[in-house]
């Protein structure tokens, strides 16, 4: 894998790098965080930690800077620029994915329940990993090395990437449903590139042919393709020529059969839809929990007074 600006200190430095010119920019179009959050749209905490160089953003983010402040472009040709994970370590099992991933020239994967790793969110990547028991470094840790498989495919040029989910990818929720429903934004996003595609195979298909786990297809420059299954912690590898043809054959009459691109765009956008209005009632309902509870702490805090005696009027003498 690549290991550009790889001396230790140069990714967190060229990250503060942007984060500085990201802040010029905003400062200079008199914009607070909060504000540039809301126009983007994002949460204030994920401004200011890129603007700290803690957090990593993705290149949309930049974009969408560029665009709203009026830079040129500059962000987004800094971001390309920079190795946002010069340093990162994958567990043992994995590392020969994650090499084979670095020099790709195709992939195409078929997933069940869970959005594959090139394709998740940080904020996906982290509910998942937070599953596991392990300490916030260590989750945060894993986030970061699986981000940084995605950069190659993120690029207009970038290897040909194929990924098949099973409709229970959209239905299994991680985290919660704010998490799912940007999971979901950003699949279509990302459907939206050049070199990738994303297809989803309905629960209600029952007729479609699915492989029997998930898998993933790998063709390398040397020619040799290789077969990508896992199980717990570990990952299986095959170059078989006849193996990986009975599982190409399996893939290809999915791919064929399966929702088009466009067609699972639209099963996507009906879940994230469907996480929206979830997200809105949940509010709606905090909101009306919040408003009950300060009326009980209003009614409480009104019996709790002390008894005063009320002043009575005294009686008005007659004249005699």
């Not at 560029?66 to 190795?83: A, H, N, Y």
């Not at 799912?180 to 479609?208: K, S």
């Not at 009326?295 to 009575?312: E, K, V």
Request: charge should be positive.
């Amino acid at each position: 894998m690549s290991r550009r600006n790889a001396e230790p200190g140069a990714g967190a430095s060229t990250a503060a790098v942007f984060g500085e010119l990201l802040r010029h920019y905003r400062e200079a179009a008199l914009l607070t965080q909060d504000a540039l959050a809301s126009r983007i749209p994002c949460d204030r905490s994920h401004v200011a930690r890129v603007e700290a160089g803690t957090r990593v953003p993705q290149d949309t983010f930049a974009k969408k800077c560029d665009e709203l402040l009026g830079t040129g472009g500059v962000l987004l040709r800094l971001w390309g620029k920079i190795d946002w994970y010069p340093q990162v370590e994958h567990p043992d099992w994995f590392r020969r994915r994650a090499e084979m991933d670095a020099v790709a020239v195709e992939l195409y994967e078929y997933q069940v329940q869970v959005v594959p790793g090139l394709l998740q969110t940080p904020g996906y990547a982290r509910a998942l990993f937070s599953r596991l028991p392990s300490t916030a470094e260590e989750v945060q840790e894993r986030v970061r090395a699986r981000l940084s498989r995605q950069r190659r495919f993120l690029s207009d040029d970038g290897p040909l990437y194929v990924a098949i989910l099973d409709e229970s990818c959209l239905r299994n929720v991680m985290g919660n449903t704010s998490v799912m429903r940007d999971q979901c934004a950003h699949l279509l996003a990302m459907g939206r590139r050049p070199n990738v595609r994303i297809q989803i195979a309905p629960a209600a298909r029952a007729e479609l042919r699915r492989p029997k786990t998930s898998m993933a297809l790998i063709a390398m420059p040397d020619g040799e393709r290789w077969v990508y299954s896992e199980s717990l912690e570990r990952g299986h590898f095959n170059n078989d020529p006849s193996v990986y043809a009975r599982h190409n054959r399996t893939y290809d009459v999915l791919r064929s059969d399966a929702p088009s691109p466009g067609e699972s765009a639209a099963l996507i956008s009906d879940a994230l839809e469907g996480y929206e209005q979830h997200e809105q009632a949940r509010t709606r309902r905090d909101d009306l929990d919040q408003e009950q509870l300060q009326r009980r702490r209003r009614r409480q805090l009104h019996r709790s007074r002390p008894p005063f005696p009320r002043r009575r009027p005294r009686p008005r003498q007659q004249d005699p």
